[in-house]
């Protein structure tokens, strides 16, 4: 973030670290459309085997990343059984149906990021009548970031991947911040990832890396989300000036992840305090605050034009509720400064 800014507005506005920089202008590299790049070979095995799958493929962007996972598991017709709160659903620019021919086919979603078990059986049920699309791929998130930063747990995983064994269905985990998940229980990665089919995570979120996230799943998945990667456009050149980053962002970035979940706690307990704010604190479970903002005087809007004119910026997610997002780069002494300007415009 520029020094002259409290930039809360996401975690994706972080900078590479210092050694994620010389890394980047050290890189071995190579042609990695010939498969020949040395350093994101690297870090696809390095990203498989964190998240305990065969193979990983990196990609462009969690957006990228998710399409090609969707592709991958389903043929034109089918449905994509997710949350009505996704992002996938919400911020993907409907691209599984645009470019891919699905049918989103969203579900309720509880104040735990969770989609009702009954709904999704029901959902996951492929009926022999020709008026019915069958279904697809069911596709969870986790964190869940509409749902501000809440942790889906291994229990409710499993419960989801029975359904979709029962149904013989693909499990895809929109992981944009699974390490986040990981850290707030304070357990391996793997007792998330071993639930599902395929993860989605983003080096470009709190582990800090400038571009790109992974898609790991088995390898013959990997196969065909790498195809349509390149049907994308998403096939890279000398990509190992990237991947190198996501290396670094991989074996030094992920224990640190606590420290944005604890300014994202100190944030939330400044601001429940304040008039006009209201928070659920047992929501604030990652590095995401998300409020609801109803004052007297103020408009949401006008609340985050007066942060802005102070240097801080969080984002609005309704005329009614607002985000804000801890992350590398934001210190306590920043979030001290926060909570003091809002005190004071609030008041
Ligand atoms: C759960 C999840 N899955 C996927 C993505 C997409 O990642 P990118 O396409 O931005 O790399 C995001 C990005 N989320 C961004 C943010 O939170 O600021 C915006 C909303 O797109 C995400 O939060």
């Given at each position: 973030p520029l020094p002259d800014r409290i930039d809360l507005r996401s975690d994706?506005?972080?900078?590479?670290s210092p050694a994620m920089r010389a890394a980047m202008s050290a890189a071995a590299l190579g042609d990695d459309v010939y498969g020949e790049d040395p350093t994101v070979n690297e870090l696809e095995r390095l990203a498989a085997e964190r998240?305990?799958?065969?193979?990983?493929?990196?990609?462009?962007?969690?957006?990228?990343?998710?399409?090609a996972a969707m592709l991958a598991h389903c043929q034109r017709g089918q449905r994509v059984i997710?949350?009505?709160?996704?992002?996938?659903?919400?911020?993907?620019?409907?691209?599984?149906?645009?470019?891919?021919?699905?049918?989103?086919?969203?579900?309720s979603t509880d104040p735990n990021g969770c989609i009702d078990l009954a709904e999704l059986a029901e959902a996951a049920t492929t009926i022999d009548d020709a008026h019915f699309a069958p279904p697809g791929v069911i596709c969870l998130e986790n964190t869940h970031n509409r749902r501000g930063g809440v942790v889906l747990t291994p229990d409710y995983l499993a419960q989801v991947r029975r359904i979709a064994n029962d149904h013989s269905l693909p499990v895809h985990l929109d992981g944009a911040r699974i390490f986040n998940a990981a850290v707030a229980l304070g357990v391996p990665v793997t007792d998330l990832t071993r639930h599902v089919d395929t993860v989605m995570f983003c080096l470009s979120k709190g582990l800090s890396a400038p571009v790109g996230s992974l898609v790991a799943g088995p390898a013959d998945v990997i196969a065909r989300v790498r195809r349509v990667r390149k049907m994308l456009g998403g096939g890279m050149r000398?990509?190992?000036?990237?991947?190198?980053?996501?290396?670094?962002a991989l074996t030094e970035m992920v224990d640190r992840?606590?420290?944005?979940?604890?300014?994202?706690r100190l944030l939330a307990a400044g601001l429940a305090e304040l008039p006009g704010i209201q928070i659920d604190l047992s929501k604030v479970q990652t590095n995401i605050v998300r409020f609801t903002f109803v004052h007297p005087r103020l408009s949401?809007?006008?609340?985050?034009?007066a942060l802005r004119k102070r240097g801080i910026l969080m984002g609005s997610m309704s005329n009614t509720s607002i985000r804000a997002v801890t992350h590398y780069g934001i210190e306590a002494a920043h979030i001290e400064q926060v909570v003091s300007a809002a005190a004071e415009i609030l008041a």
């Open positions: 994706t506005v972080t900078l590479p998240v305990g799958k065969e193979a990983a493929v990196l990609v462009v962007s969690g957006t990228m990343g998710n399409l997710l949350g009505n709160e996704s992002h996938i659903y919400h911020y993907e620019a409907g691209g599984a149906s645009a470019l891919g021919g699905l049918i989103y086919h969203p579900l000398q990509a190992g000036v990237i991947a190198a980053a996501g290396i670094v992840l606590a420290e944005d979940h604890t300014n994202a949401v809007e006008a609340f985050l034009a």
